[in-house]
Structures are given as C-alpha cells and as structure tokens.
C-alpha cells in the first residue's frame, strides 16, 4: 500500500523558516517524481515544486521561487521542502504527492499545516 | 500560465441524480486533464487522467471526456460518498494548475 506522511509543519513568524518531510513507502520511492501541493485554509490547491526521480530536474512556483528549495534522499524514501523568508500568504496545508507522467499527482499524504503568523 | 475555470460553482443534487461538472481551459491542453475529489479534511483522491482514463480503484460512475478546451466530469449515479469538491488540473504546460473547484452538495 502506497503510503506518504508528511511531517515538519507548524506555526512560525514571518520571516522565519521551516522543513517538511514526507516519508515515503509501499511503492519504489526511486522511480517516481514527487511534488508539493497547498492549499490555504478554505481556499483551493496550488501547486508548488516537482523534484523528478534522479533530483535532475526540478521545477517552483513563481510565488515560491528563490524561498523554497526542494530535495529528496532515495536512500531514506524521503521528500523534503525547506521554506525560508515565509510570508503570510503561507499558510496552508502542503501536501507531498507522488507523480504519474510529472504532475498527475496519483497518491497523495494526509497534509501538514503551516502557519505563518506574528 | 494555463488558467482553468470549473462550473457550476456549485452543484445541488440528490442521490441517484447524474451529476455533470465543466472544466475550461485558457488555452488548449490536448488531453492533459486530470480530475480529483476532495472531501472535507482529507487530501485529495485522483479520479480521472488523461481526461477520460480512471484512477485505481476509481468506480465506473465516474467518467471523463473532452480534449483541446472543453472537458466533462460524469457521475452517472450520485452515491452519498460522492458530495464533495472537484478539481480539475492541467498537466499540458509549466506550471502545472487546477481549477477552482465545484462543490457538489446535497439538495
């Protein structure tokens, strides 16, 4: 069973930084590509970084570009986002999520919260 | 960037009824739509790919056509499970973007 859990959320000033995690197991964890996708409270899903299978190909958001920085460990089946300079517009739930061809975001993780708040 | 707009906003319906939600992009995205649901405080689930492809263990009352601009989710019979919001997602261009969503709730 393909199973992703993210970790590392929580409630931080703006200006500050954090470091997500996502564990990945039940499936080749270095096979795939994998994304980070939020969603702010009541609002609707944005896409926010693609790392491929290798880590040689990696793609942001305009509205994230230069602040986060994704990565992965194939050895630990392991999906990170660290994001610095947060900004209020922020917070959101992130979720990691595998991807089918990229970005058809087939299995995804139960999310983590991240606030950003003074 | 490919914007993508859903409609009806949202959706009344009672169970049994087929439910018929819209999906239109700004410019064309060939086949490259996928379609998700999400209930409330859960992660997403994928539906359909490829805009008429069903996900794993994605019931047959679920459909999708289209292609180009104009694409269709079907859910032929509404079952109580499938009151929800619906997004669409293009995977045609960088980046990748979903569509705002339709609610669909009980009448």
């Known amino acids: 069973e393909v199973q992703l859990v993210e970790s590392g959320g929580g409630l931080v000033q703006p200006g500050g930084s954090l470091r997500l995690s996502c564990a990945a197991s039940?499936?080749?964890?270095?096979?795939?590509?994998m994304n980070w996708v939020r969603q702010a409270p009541g609002k609707g899903l944005e896409w926010v970084s693609y790392?491929?299978?290798?880590?040689?190909?990696?793609y942001y958001a305009d509205s994230v570009k230069g602040r986060f920085t994704i990565s992965r460990d194939n050895a630990k089946n392991s999906l990170y986002l660290q994001m610095n300079s947060l900004r209020d517009e922020d917070t959101a739930v992130y979720y990691c999520?595998?991807?089918?061809?990229?970005?058809?975001?087939?299995?995804w993780g139960q999310g983590t919260l991240v606030t950003v708040s003074s | 960037e490919i914007v993508l707009t859903q409609s009806p906003a949202t959706l009344s319906l009672s169970p049994g009824e087929r439910a018929t939600l819209s999906c239109r992009a700004s410019q064309s995205v060939s086949s490259y739509l996928a379609w998700y649901q999400q209930k409330p405080g859960q992660a997403p689930r994928l539906l359909i790919y490829?805009?008429?492809n069903r996900a794993t263990g994605i019931p047959a009352r679920f459909s999708g056509s289209g292609s180009g601009t104009d694409f269709t989710l079907t859910i032929s019979s509404l079952e109580p499970e499938d009151f929800a919001v619906y997004y669409c997602q293009q995977r045609s261009n960088w980046p990748p973007t979903f569509g705002p969503g339709t609610k669909v709730d009980i009448k």
């Open positions: 039940g499936f080749t964890f270095s096979s795939y590509s």
């Open positions: 999520a595998r991807g089918f061809f990229a970005t058809v975001f087939d299995y």
């Open positions: 790392i491929s299978s290798s880590s040689s190909t990696i």
């Open positions: 490829d805009a008429s």
